[in-house]
């Protein structure tokens, strides 16, 4: 039997992506701990798996800083496929992508040493941690045993790095050196859950895995059956933000759902019907809206799309991967780089459609480019066919379950090693 401790930044979308392999783990006899500081816990006792707490919370200055914020929601656009190209980045954009770097090095300075505290007593055989969560390799070179770094989409942009460079950034070292511990630059293996068509090179060991949609607990929506419906008089079009834009409203107030509220008014405008899936706090920011959309709040994402035909979004990696294991087209509306860039590979294997917000706040009409974009993907069949393959691409993959057996192989091979 081995022990694998789960670390997550201390946000739901960071979580979630990790839920699957950890019940598959468990599932195969081994036993599992998710370690996330109190923003997090509450979400991760809900997932069902054992739940603990440690560090505090440290809002990002990404979160309270409105012009930080600012920064990275109405940035100019980034080169194509930037993470391959770090050289291409001005400074402007490579200063952007270091701040986001310090602000997961503070996170994880508030977490890491009651994380060790953890370790030393549980003594797990491996940590698991996504990769904006740098305190789980902190933790692994402490306790002197594997950390596997789990994607949270496509691509991968080594956050510990420092942008347009091969060096980590010095917050990142600093986290080591504090502890006197090498630093860990480079994880004992990465998991990778996008599909070919959609992933950018990992230049680390890696393994790929199936993305398994994971979104939370919650009832299959009763607003059409379940099975043997006819087909709807009208395609339904799906609207959702994810979980992020309601803590830049902080900061920048309700201007950061114009996207949101624009997107849902635009399709509006068309013959279908409209489904909005958001949280209470988005709710209340975004106001009135139509009285013919249709809200489920906090409706796990992936039971809704089975119903839906499109989903417009904008292009988080877990909302962007639930529609494509969910095989609808995708009208990816972004605002900061990383989902600019899940959009564009979308958009490139010819699943999707990618509108650049910064793009349609100086056109004149974006309410009409909107419904053009949405009218082509329920219209022209080439689009549905692409996220079919998407879908297949995914399916296709080793699941969750296959993978355990290779996580577990290589605890054996560190023990041995020892």
Known sequence: MTRLLF????????????????????????????????????????????????????????????????????????PANWPLYPERLDREQRTMLDHLGQNSAVAAEA??????????????????????????AVAAAVLDIPNLRHLTGVGLRPMEWQAGRRSPLPEYAE????????????????????????????????LDVRFVPYNGSGLVPTWRPEEGRPEPRRPTVCVTWGLSVARAALAMGRAALDPYRQAVEAICDLDVDVVVTTTTAQL???????????????????LVLEFCDVIVHQAGDGTA????ATGIPQLAITRKPDPALTGA??????????????????????????????TALLGEPRYREAAARLRNEIQAQPSPADRVSDLIGLTTRQRVLE
């Open 111 to 136: 977490m890491a040493d009651d994380l060790v505290a953890f370790g030393r007593d549980w003594r797990p055989d491996v940590i698991v941690h996504d990769t904006a969560n740098f305190a789980g």
């Open 284 to 302: 209340e920011l975004l106001g009135a809206l139509p009285e013919r959309v249709r809200v489920l709040e906090s409706a796990p994402l992936h």
């Open 345 to 374: 590979r979308l958009e490139a294997v010819g699943a999707g459609i990618h509108l650049p917000y910064q793009r349609l706040a100086g056109e004149r009409d974006s309410r009409w480019t909107i419904t053009q974009a949405v």
């Open 321 to 324: 991967l639930t529609a494509a």
């Open 175 to 206: 986290l080591f050196h504090r502890r006197g511990v090498p630093v860990r630059d480079v994880p004992t293996l990465t998991l990778d859950p996008s599909p070919p068509s959609l992933r950018l090179p990992v230049p680390t060991p890696y």
């Open 7 to 78: 670390s997550p930044l201390a946000t739901p979308q960071h979580l979630y992506p990790m839920v699957p392999l950890a019940y598959a783990c468990r599932a195969a006899g081994h036993e599992v701990r998710i370690a996330g500081t109190p923003s997090i816990l509450a979400a991760i006792v809900h997932t069902g798996l054992p739940a603990v707490g440690v560090g505090r919370d440290v809002p990002p200055g990404s979160v309270t800083n409105g012009s930080i914020v600012s920064q990275i929601y109405d940035h100019r656009p980034f």
